[in-house]
């Protein structure tokens, strides 16, 4: 979607404090060397159980993700079962969750031929680099980190649990373990990144691998990286405010028509000023290909209903294939099952051997 990239992105950059600004640029000079080489990358990406896939997910990383693989990159996608615990006591529908992220995968143009498709629990060697990246983050590092911040204010919990406070060295295991030096995430996950920088920094430094035994992965943010939910606040599965890519279009319509906007009845794109209106735009835009300052320009005076209208339509337009494909898949559980058994083996001898080579720097081989 060229017409969208400058604009929007820059937009969104200024508005935050997470070093989301370095990160695109960052990101746009990755873009490049993708492009030179796409071989020289391998993407580690993925997402909770907590619920269906959503809009944001897919216009924040699931689109770079099929983008990514569709240019050979090598690509692992984590459905990150144990985190689900992070924020709540039990993992609700877990089973149902995680089949339905499966084949939210496989409706959007994830190839399990060409991509690894796995559950962290199932990996026991990943599991366990938690243990040596735990031993390099300082507790105050962990308790600063904003990420952390923003999901215990949002927990279901009254307490902050010790998987919630190591959430970001999990998933420096996470991204690690595949030895991982590409990321395509939202903004949240800014901070988390920069923690798995570090243990992979430090990691080699400590145990002097020379070269490096661990890559430090660069983040991948797309035009999108932090879309809004219906409240105006982060689109989440967990937030109740999340249009999800499995939706009927009567259900898409009823919740874009009662998403927060503001009393300005001129539509204008100012991600700054005006974010819930300009989420709305960005997501059309993202839909029609098109800029969104256009997009609201067509609009102008015509007011919320009719820019609710231009949405519901272009999601609806652009969603109608994968919805398509993916209640065709859901006939076949047994394809979910085969892609997640031949995902699991596959993660494993790829966890063994990073295992391995760190027992191995680490002095513990006995
Ligand atoms: P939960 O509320 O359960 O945490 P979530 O909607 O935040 O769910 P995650 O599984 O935590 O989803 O995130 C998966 C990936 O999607 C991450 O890379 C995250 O940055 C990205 N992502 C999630 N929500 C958005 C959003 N609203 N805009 C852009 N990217 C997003
Ligand atoms: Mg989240």
């Known amino acids: 979607m ?12 200024s508005s935050d404090s997470l070093g989301t600004s370095a990160a695109q640029t960052r990101s746009a000079a990755v873009e490049d060397l993708i492009r030179q080489d796409p071989g020289r990358f391998r993407v580690l990406t993925g997402d909770r159980p907590t619920g269906q896939l959503h809009l944001g997910h897919y216009f924040g990383t699931l689109h770079n993700r099929v983008r990514l693989q569709d240019l050979g990159v090598e690509m692992f996608v984590l459905i990150a079962d144990y985190q689900v615990l992070t ?12 089949e339905g ?3 939210d995968y496989l409706a959007i143009g994830i190839d399990p031929d060409q991509s690894t498709v796995f559950a962290h629990s199932a990996i026991p060697a990943l599991n366990q680099l938690l243990l040596p990246f735990l031993s390099l983050v300082s507790v105050a590092e962990l308790g600063r980190n904003p990420t952390v911040k923003d999901e215990i204010a949002h927990s279901r919990q009254s307490a902050v649990s010790g998987l919630m406070f190591t959430y970001p060295a999990h998933q420096a295991a996470d991204i690690l373990f595949c030895k991982a030096n590409l990321v395509p995430v939202g903004q949240d996950q800014l901070p988390h990144l920069e923690l798995t920088r ?3 920094r430090r990691f080699n430094d400590r145990y002097g691998t020379g070269a490096g035994l661990f890559p430090e992965p660069d983040a991948l ?3 999108a990286p932090l879309l809004l939910g219906t409240d105006g606040t982060k689109m989440s599965k967990s937030r109740g405010n999340a249009i999800a890519l ?3 279009a009567d259900e898409t319509a009823r919740l874009i028509r009662g998403a927060k906007t503001d009393a300005d009845r001129h539509i204008t794109y100012d991600p700054v000023n005006r974010p ?9 835009a993202l839909c029609l290909g098109r800029d ?5 320009d067509d609009i102008g005076n015509a007011g919320a209903a009719t820019l609710k209208n231009t949405v519901s339509e272009a999601v609806n337009e652009y969603l109608a294939p994968i919805r398509a494909r993916r209640k065709q898949l859901a006939q076949d559980r047994g394809l979910i099952r085969q892609v997640l058994r031949e995902g699991n083996e596959r993660a494993t001898a790829v966890a063994d051997a990073t295992l391995t080579d760190v027992r191995a720097a680490m002095n513990s081989v006995y």
């Open 276 to 284: 819930e209106v300009s989420s709305l735009v960005l997501l059309a």
């Open 221 to 223: 943010l797309s035009d």
């Open 292 to 296: 969104p300052h256009q997009i609201a």
């Open 87 to 98: 924020d709540r006591d039990v993992a609700d529908h877990l089973v149902e969750h995680v």
């Open 246 to 248: 499995a939706a009927s």
């Open 101 to 103: 992220l499966v084949l």
């Open 198 to 200: 570090s243990i992979a």
């Open 2 to 13: 060229p017409g969208v990239v400058g604009s929007a992105a820059a937009d969104y950059s």
